[in-house]
């Protein structure tokens, strides 16, 4: 079965930090990965996509694919309590297979 | 601006009275989805729409059904609620190609007393 792996957290920093997000998936032919930004009761919006190994910056947000490993993560420069949410990875294979997610605690 | 819509955004039905929930779309996206989501889980994949060509996944309950009348619009019926279907409901776009971005609206959250 294939599958998404995150750690569920909480993951707690200190505004202005930088929160590091990780997810591992299980199918090799996976090409299309995402991570999407869950407010609690709201619907998952997607902040990142990324497709060929290596690293991809969209303002404070920097992706990190590395398909030999398996791994992709999520760096957030410059924390800010309105971060605070949970984050979901996705990884397409034959649909989009998404990670339980980890959720990130931002703290003034 | 483009966007994904759901209604109503709450929904409360009793245990077995039929409910319906839709989707429309101004992204012109030809693919639908809907999946069902509780609370600390992950988005699960019920069904989705290629073009008219529906698509249902394998332990998608037969409680479950979906019509697309046209590109803009997706429903989602539920037949006879039960306690175990109380949720959020999403529905997600995207344009078939080479990446599958999803992007997804707002949600139905779906409460059976």
């Known amino acids: 079965q294939k599958e998404v792996e995150q750690n569920s957290g909480p993951l707690s920093v200190p505004e202005g930090a930088i929160a590091s997000l990780n997810c591992t998936y299980s199918d090799r032919g996976s090409q299309s990965f995402f991570w999407y930004r869950q407010y609690s009761g709201k619907s998952p919006e997607l902040i990142m996509s990324?497709?060929?190994?290596g690293d991809k910056e969209d303002g404070r947000f920097t992706a990190q694919l590395n398909k030999a490993s398996q791994y992709v993560s999520l760096l957030i420069r410059d924390s800010q309590p309105s971060d605070s949410a949970t984050y979901l990875c996705a990884v397409d294979t034959d649909k989009l297979i998404f990670g339980t997610g980890t959720r990130l605690q931002v703290f003034p | 601006d483009a966007m994904v819509i759901q209604n109503p955004r709450y929904q409360v039905t009793q245990f077995g009275k039929p409910v319906t929930l839709s989707c429309s779309q101004t992204?012109?996206?030809?693919?639908m989805y809907w999946y069902q989501q509780k609370s600390s889980q992950a988005p699960k994949l019920l069904f989705h729409y290629y073009d008219k060509d529906f698509n249902n996944e394998a332990d998608t309950p037969d409680n479950f059904q979906s019509r697309r009348p046209n590109t803009s619009f997706c429903f989602l019926d539920i037949r006879s609620p039960g306690l175990g279907d109380a949720a959020m409901y999403l529905c997600?776009?995207?344009?078939?190609?080479?990446?599958?971005?999803?992007?997804f609206g707002p949600g139905t959250r779906l409460t059976v007393l």
């Open positions: 990324i497709y060929s190994n």
């Open positions: 992204l012109n996206h030809n693919v």
């Open positions: 997600a776009t995207s344009s078939s190609g080479l990446h599958n971005e999803q992007f």
